[in-house]
């Protein structure tokens, strides 16, 4: 099973700054096969990011994402008041299919 | 309007069975693999199983292989999610989801409370 590490876990923030969430696998995972999600509190998540960089329809230019193998990233130039919520990343590479635990952004 | 509509909340004690569904409308059914997803109170995402809508195939996660049945109707284009023998560590939010490169749509949730 591929174990996807996040972090922080906790990301206390001011809006307009800019967010890096960091998700780490244990073995290497095909980027088309990586993917981003934002939950906020009594939602069902929504796709952000699929295939590590591509922007879902819909998503805002100011996230992006990035990386290959095992390290991948997750940046959020400017954080509007909408985006402090729960960022998981996910991985579709190796079944079972996991997420991370999630990093949370909250307001500073 | 492209949705997944899930049953309602559940209240049940632990021993008994259980089934949600969750209901596909405005897109081609049979497309994509519909999956069930289970979120603890508090805790993050875990993939349980997917079903193909086109032939019925299943895959399960080794963590709830054996513990829970995915079915499915497809003149209703239903998935269903169905517990024998429910437990208290059952108790969470079970989502369904589908989609191509990635789960780009969710039903709403369906909360099971498992207590005695």
């Known amino acids: 099973e591929i174990v996807l590490t996040q972090s922080p876990g906790t990301l206390s923030l001011s809006p307009g700054e800019r967010a890096t969430l960091s998700c780490r696998a244990s073995q290497s995972v095909d980027s088309s096969r990586l993917v981003w999600y934002q939950q906020k509190p009594g939602q069902a998540p929504r796709v952000l990011i699929y295939g590590a960089s591509s922007r879902a329809t819909g998503i805002p230019e100011r996230f992006s994402g990035s990386g290959s193998g095992t390290d991948f990233t997750l940046t959020i130039s400017g954080l509007e008041p909408e985006d402090f919520a729960v960022y998981y990343c996910?991985?579709?590479?190796?079944?079972?299919?996991?997420f991370g635990q999630g990093t949370k952004v909250e307001i500073k | 309007e492209v949705q997944l509509v899930q049953s309602g909340e559940e209240v049940k004690k632990p021993g008994e069975s259980l089934r949600i569904s969750c209901k596909g409308s405005?897109?081609?059914?049979?497309?994509?693999?519909i999956s069930w997803l289970r979120q603890m109170p508090g805790k993050g995402l875990e993939w349980m199983g997917r079903i193909a809508p086109g032939d019925s195939s299943t895959d399960y996660s080794p963590s709830f292989q054996g513990h829970v049945t995915i079915s499915i109707d497809k003149s209703f284009t239903t998935v269903y999610l169905q517990w024998n023998t429910l437990k208290a560590s059952d108790t969470a939010m079970y989502y369904c989801a589908t989609g191509g490169s990635a789960w780009t749509l969710w039903g709403q949730g369906t909360l099971v409370t498992v207590s005695s």
């Open positions: 996910q991985q579709f590479s190796g079944s079972p299919w996991t």
């Open positions: 405005g897109y081609s059914f049979t497309t994509y693999w």
